[in-house]
């Protein structure tokens, strides 16, 4: 494709000019949101510009603009929006991508986006106007005499399509409306080369570039399409694709935002990209794949056996395997992350930040990979000897799929391996299983009802926000704007059908209170929501839970206790204060606990979800090793001096920028406002939260710390008390050991070097019991040529033994062994529900014996596995009512082997 007339062409100029064009036109400039989207259940990750906009178009959310411009973090790797399978097949499909986006929320509409469109397009990027091509929704003539109007495209440039290429919606319900397409004709050479190429073919020539949005329906449970009060646009142009173009190259991976990782994939591999062939191909993948990992990474995604952890393992197992076939052999993807890092810190400053925690997630996955990867090869080792022992030559595609899957071993490997065995595979049985998959992966990432119901929309809409006063309130009295009752098995979360919206409520009804303010605080930020009590004359409510189902309205779940509750009437609310209490104590010891983890441990250490209730705080984070006993105890003392020294806790209100440049940390993955709650204790902690907290630490009275643990990899666990609850725990410590030192006869002072002395006297027994055993089994009087059957001239000795363990059996095995001088002994037992069998081969045998090649053999037949050396091997196995059975199989082994 020509370039002449090109204006800009760097990737970095272009997201700065979009950017910068689109401010000009009045658009505020938003940040990107995290992969991980905000409170959103429709979604495993952000796949597109508007998804942080979502609350916006569905009339959810309020701000302070109506104009939007983005560049937006996208990934598209799981659930609905999944193209991991053809990263690397084309030039165009990634993972991990930037989407650059405007927006209008009730403004402008489809005049004003094409205009802007157009000239950003011809004017500041200067892309040459007689290879633009246009694409529109068949029945939409605005659009067309827009562009035919306004901006002189002729009509045989204006191509029509259907609904699946060119009309958007949100979901089944909601905003939906037509689409309009630019696109770029890049040349004959790069098309498919049919007479009938045009644009919309699904060849590389006509390349979609930009595409526009019209939101100007509101599609309802009837699939009838009502218009908007207020359209609404929506667009979306990929980083990678404007940048190639006007770089002048036909693949996105030889633009400048993939040119470094891959000349660096290049020199590691010593693989010379653009020869073709599979070199080429895993290179791909692996460029693609090192972008996602990182930018996984670092908004707070580590890998994990389900959900978005999921889909970063696979995709960092993916890398790690066509790292294999250019011949790599150790962990790499660690190294050139920071070739990733280098290109996207400018536009993304917190990508630098991680560095050190996606060097550190990445090469434990790849470790641990490349472990389960070789373990793989061996397990299909097995299967094969499996197979042949049971006259079997087709390995079923359940296996297949568990070899993919849980090994990383990809078919086309398992067919080098099994095609010199004369094995074959299912595949249709293996594709099947990866269907299976892949339908669990879009139901865990499909389309579900969100929290927020219709009738939450429509309530904040009449009414407005509710007011919430209890950061400075625990009582207060407000006005009832709002009943919802609802069905007697729904949840507030669920939307499993609408509720009622009524007037009045009885005694034994359970309801949903919408009010005009409260003090009563919301489910949000990992701190559950307040419980207490309203009241009016003669009417009681019993409050067991606030929750936010969308944002601005608080809604209290209850049941009446006593009298009528009617709407539009006054009523009395009270907060249990002592519940309001221990949930800051335990909030504000959260703040204590994370600062003192990144003291001692470092700041690599980053919250990864929290809990904070009256009764206990929990508290994930990421760290990459279990904590040592001094660091814990560490931990504990930092958090319980800051409390001692009873310091002020401040919270103040600013803006969002200033607050993050004053050193305050944001959870990832929070979505926050252009106003933000800071809270800060002294110079030890500062945050971004919104929750309640003490007036001073020493409030909190006390810091206990329960439990450490793992819960994925790179992610620990904490779990702590505080104040009362400290102390009875610590209390109910005390009475155990008081108890134990009873029992030992000693006092808690002297109870550990007491029990110390009882463990080394009981080791001493221990020992002495193991080695008169020894002595037993190797005494046994057994009757040799009783069991020695002779095979080909091989002396064979066979014996079953009753209730006698793996090492009194080997134990057994070698006195044996010793009076047999030559020959191959077979021993086995049954004890706890286990059969067990030992064989050993002397010395003067094992050239033509190996006692492993024969355990496989035999182990099968008591449904387990074994292995050892060539001279000695062992097997365990449930099926013990064929003990018997293997015992006997030793002699057609030793016969087929002479």
């Known amino acids: 494709m020509k370039t002449d007339g090109i204006i800009i062409s760097s990737s970095n100029d ?13 658009h505020t400039p938003v940040e990107s949101s995290s992969l991980i989207p905000h409170k959103d259940q429709t979604l495993l990750f952000t796949n597109a510009g508007m998804v942080q906009f979502k609350g916006l178009f569905l009339g959810e959310e309020r701000r302070n603009y109506k104009r939007a411009v983005s560049v937006q973090k996208c990934l598209r790797a799981g659930g609905k929006h999944n193209d991991l399978e053809n990263v690397g097949l084309t030039g165009r499909h990634h993972t991990f991508f930037e989407m650059l986006g405007n927006f209008s929320f009730g403004d402008y509409f489809k005049e004003e986006a ?5 000239e950003f397009l011809t004017e500041v990027i200067g892309l040459p106007k007689d290879l633009l091509w246009i694409t529109i929704f068949r029945e939409d003539e605005e659009a067309a005499g827009i562009w035919r109007k306004k901006i002189g495209i002729k009509s045989e440039r204006i191509v029509r399509l259907g609904e699946k290429d060119n009309f958007w919606q949100m979901g089944d319900i909601g905003p939906s409306g037509p689409c309009s397409e630019i696109l770029v004709d890049q040349g004959e050479e790069v098309g498919c080369g049919r007479p009938t190429c045009a644009a919309g073919c699904d060849c590389d020539r006509y390349l979609e570039l930009w595409n526009l949005v019209f939101m100007q329906y509101d599609r309802d449970k009837e699939g009838r399409l009502n218009p908007l009060p207020k359209p609404s646009i929506d667009t979306g142009m990929g980083l990678e694709r404007i940048s190639a173009v006007c770089q002048g190259v036909y693949s996105n991976y030889e633009s400048d935002l993939f040119a470094p990782i891959i000349s660096a994939i290049s020199d590691l591999s010593e693989r010379s990209y653009g020869e073709e062939g599979k070199g080429d191909f895993s290179i791909r993948i692996i460029a693609d794949h090192l972008r996602a990992i990182a930018f996984l990474i670092s908004d707070g995604v580590l890998p994990s056996n389900e959900g978005r952890g999921y889909v970063l393992r696979r995709i960092i197992r993916r890398g790690a395997r066509h790292g294999r076939l250019l011949g790599i052999q150790d962990p790499f993807l660690f190294k050139l992350s920071n070739v990733v890092i280098d290109i996207m810190k400018h536009a993304y400053p917190e990508i630098l930040k991680s560095r050190e925690r996606i060097g550190n997630v990445t090469v434990g996955e790849e470790e641990r990979f490349l472990d389960t990867l070789d373990q793989g090869i061996r397990i299909l080792g097995e299967i094969i000897q499996e197979l042949r022992a049971k006259g079997r030559d087709m390995i079923p595609g359940d296996t297949l799929f568990k070899l993919y899957d849980t090994y990383g071993l990809p078919i086309d490997l ?31 990432g499909g389309f579900k009802m969100e929290k927020g119901d219709p009738q939450y929309t429509k309530i904040i809409n009449d009414y407005g926000e509710t007011n919430f006063i209890g950061y400075d309130y625990l009582e207060a009295d407000m006005q009832l704007v709002s009943i919802i009752k609802r069905g007697k098995d729904e949840e507030i979360h669920e939307g499993s059908g609408p ?3 009524i007037k009045s409520a009885r005694v034994g009804d359970e309801v949903e209170l919408i009010f005009n303010q409260t003090p009563f605080y919301g489910e949000s930020g990992g701190q559950v929501g307040d419980r207490g009590e309203i009241s009016a ?12 189902p969308i944002e601005g309205l608080f809604v209290h779940k209850g049941r009446v206790v006593k009298g009528q509750l009617r709407t539009d009437e006054r009523y009395h609310a009270a907060v249990s204060a002592r519940a309001r209490l221990n949930t800051a104590r335990n909030h504000t010891a959260t703040h204590l606990l994370h600062a003192a983890l990144r003291e001692v441990l470092g700041d690599h250490v980053r919250q990864g979800g929290s809990l904070v209730s009256p009764e206990r705080l929990r508290f994930d984070f990421t760290h990459f090793s279990p904590l040592k006993r ?8 930092l958090v319980n001096e800051r409390i001692m020294t009873n310091t ?12 993050i440049n004053s050193g305050a940390m944001a959870l990832f993955g929070e979505k926050y406002g252009d106003k933000v709650r800071v809270v800060s204790i002294s110079d030890f902690s500062r945050e971004l939260c919104g929750g309640t907290h003490c007036k001073v630490t020493g409030e909190i009275g006390l810091f206990k710390l329960l439990h450490e643990s793992s819960i994925a990899s790179g992610v620990r666990r904490i779990e702590a008390v505080t104040g009362d609850e400290a102390y009875r725990v610590i209390k109910r410590e005390e009475e155990t050991l008081n108890g134990i030192a009873e029992l030992f006869k000693a006092s808690p002072q002297d109870l550990t070097s007491k029990a110390k002395r009882l463990l080394s006297s009981l080791k001493e027994k221990e020992k002495e019991i193991e080695r008169l055993k020894g002595e037993l089994s190797s005494k046994k009087t057994v009757n040799i040529e009783d069991k020695v059957r002779s095979i080909g001239g091989i002396r064979v000795f066979a014996d079953k033994i009753d209730s006698m363990g793996m090492d009194d059996l080997r134990l057994f095995g070698d006195s044996i062994r010793g009076k047999l001088k030559s020959g191959i002994i077979l021993v086995g037992s049954v004890t706890n529900g286990t059969a067990s069998i030992v064989i050993m081969v002397t010395k003067d045998l094992t050239e033509r014996f190996k006692a492993n090649e024969i355990i496989r053999e035999i182990a099968p037949v008591i449904g387990g596995g074994g292995g050892g050396r060539d001279d000695i091997a062992q097997a365990g196995g449930r099926n013990t009512e064929k003990l018997d059975e293997a015992m006997g199989k030793i002699y057609e082994v030793i016969e087929k082997r002479l």
Do not use: N
Request: hydrophobic share 40%.
């Open 14 to 26: 272009i997201r700065r000019a979009f950017c910068d064009y689109f401010i000009s036109k009045g």
């Open 114 to 118: 094409i205009e802007f469109g157009w």
């Open 414 to 444: 398992i067919q080098d391996i099994v095609r010199e065995e004369g094995i074959s595979l299912d595949e249709p049985g293996f594709k099947s299983a990866m269907e299976e998959q892949r339908h669990r992966a879009r139901m865990a």
């Open 499 to 501: 509720p009622d919206i």
């Open 537 to 548: 004359d003669g009417v009681q409510v019993e409050i067991t839970d606030t929750v936010r």
């Open 630 to 637: 001094e660091e814990i105890d560490r931990i504990e003392m």
């Open 648 to 659: 002020k806790v401040v919270s103040e209100i600013m803006g969002a920028e200033e607050a």
